[in-house]
């Protein structure tokens, strides 16, 4: 006979197999939340030509729907990582999923651009603002030696999302309408959202393991929950440093998320055509975040942050000078790259800087900063368009200020860099 304590035993062990190590479920339900999150919300660009005949509007007061929408959900995180850290991620991912859903659905009804304003920036801002922050988190609790791949593969969610999701939204605009493709939209995110985030578990203590699948370790699983507090964290140099930095580069990160697309057809591209460029920033987003995420473990994670805000500046340069199709395709690949290794790279240098207990927390306080800057910049540069017929000096400016931000990353740090 097989006593209680045998029984424990197995299952534990079983928990703790590599072939059955939880994490990367954790992963796969973080890379669902953002696939579906961010994916809908870069739908937007698809839904410009509809929003300005519909509702009679300027570019600049459409640009503002995205820029409300992304002021919230990357502010939001100051308020969800908290949560997250004293309420469950599953929760809250939950939630995000379920408002990301209706927010876009409600668009699908509205009577005015201020309606859409209301139930696409608030649904889809207050949404992702709920779920973003506390799935890229959790991931970092669940790896140490394979941190910055696992943050990689979870967050190129968003990278797939924007290959996958504005295509898929001109082809049902064109099929039932932009009203209709709202809908269609907002019940998929709801449902299948919703039961992937129900997968997320907080910590590997829970399945009885450590990070990375490893047979509880004392070191190992001791370290996710260690760390700095908050309000430690937000007075200290390292924090400093990186808030002023993605302040900068928030300006300019997602106006090609906002304004590629109008730009290609202003330039001879069929709709169509200019959609799939944002499909192009996703696979290039996709390859960056695996590529850039596992050279980041071997290289250095801020050297690796440092360059991914170059190849931001690099790329702009190219879409600046380009007005042909291949142009802007080798510009949508490139900047997706660069982008996709930000995104990827970042979450793993707070960790490193500040350990995982309060994870959630200095994440959300962190993307503030990203808040502030995507409020201002793609709306700023619809007004700039919309004053001088002409994308060209914004798209410098957003060059240049990726220039600053890698200047300030690499030469404000004191300690050695880190490395899984």
Do not use: K
């Not at 839904?47 to 002021?71: D, H, M, N, T, W």
């Not at 927010?103 to 992702?128: D, N």
């Not at 929950?225 to 964290?233: E, S």
Request: glycine share 14%; charged share 10%.
């Amino acid at each position: 006979m097989i006593g209680d304590a045998d029984n424990d035993r197995m299952t534990s062990n079983l928990l703790r197999s590599p072939r059955r190590f939880h994490g990367w479920w954790v992963v796969a339900a973080a890379f669902s939340v953002m696939f579906l999150g961010f994916g809908s919300a870069y739908t937007f660009s698809a839904f410009i030509a509809p929003l300005q005949q519909e509702f009679a509007a300027s570019r600049g007061s459409v640009s503002l729907v995205f820029s409300l929408a992304g002021f919230l959900y990357f502010g939001l995180g100051v308020l969800s990582g908290p949560l997250a850290d004293r309420w469950g991620v599953r929760r809250l991912a939950m939630a995000g999923m379920l408002l990301t859903g209706c927010g876009m659905a409600l668009a699908g009804m509205a009577r005015s651009l201020t309606e859409v304003s209301l139930a696409y920036g608030l649904g889809v801002g207050l949404g992702i603002g709920c779920s973003y922050v506390p799935a890229v988190a959790v991931v970092q609790r669940w790896f140490l030696r394979r941190r910055g791949f696992a943050s990689g593969l979870a967050v190129s969610g968003i990278g797939v999302g924007t290959l996958v999701m504005p295509s898929v939204a001109a082809r049902l605009i064109d099929a039932i309408g932009w009203r209709w493709a709202y809908a269609a939209i907002g019940a998929t995110v709801s449902i299948v959202g919703m039961s992937m985030a129900s997968l997320i578990v907080d910590d590997p203590s829970e399945h009885g393991a450590a990070p990375d699948g490893d047979a509880g370790l004392p070191q190992h699983s001791t370290a996710p929950r260690a760390g700095t507090r908050l309000r430690d964290a937000v007075r200290s140099r390292p924090f400093i440093v990186l808030y002023a930095a993605c302040l900068i580069c928030g300006f300019g990160v997602f106006v090609p998320f906002v304004h590629l697309v109008p730009y290609a057809v202003a330039h001879g591209a069929t709709l169509s055509s200019a959609v799939l460029l944002l499909g192009v920033i996703g696979v290039g987003s996709t390859a960056g975040r695996f590529f850039l995420g596992g050279l980041a473990d071997r290289i250095g994670r801020r050297a690796t942050l440092s360059g991914a805000f170059i190849g931001m500046a690099l790329s702009l340069a190219v879409w600046a000078s380009s007005t042909s199709l291949p142009g802007l395709t080798a510009f949508a690949f490139t900047y997706g790259v660069f982008y996709g290794g930000w995104v990827a790279v970042l979450p793993s240098v707070v960790m490193d800087q500040f350990g995982g207990r309060h994870l959630s927390s200095i994440i959300g306080a962190l993307y503030t900063s990203v808040a502030f800057g995507t409020l201002i910049g793609p709306s700023a540069v619809g007004f700039a368009f919309d004053a001088s017929g002409s994308y060209l000096v914004p798209i410098i400016a957003c060059a240049a200020l990726n220039i600053v931000a890698a200047t300030i990353v690499s030469i404000s740090f004191t300690r050695p860099d880190n490395r899984g």
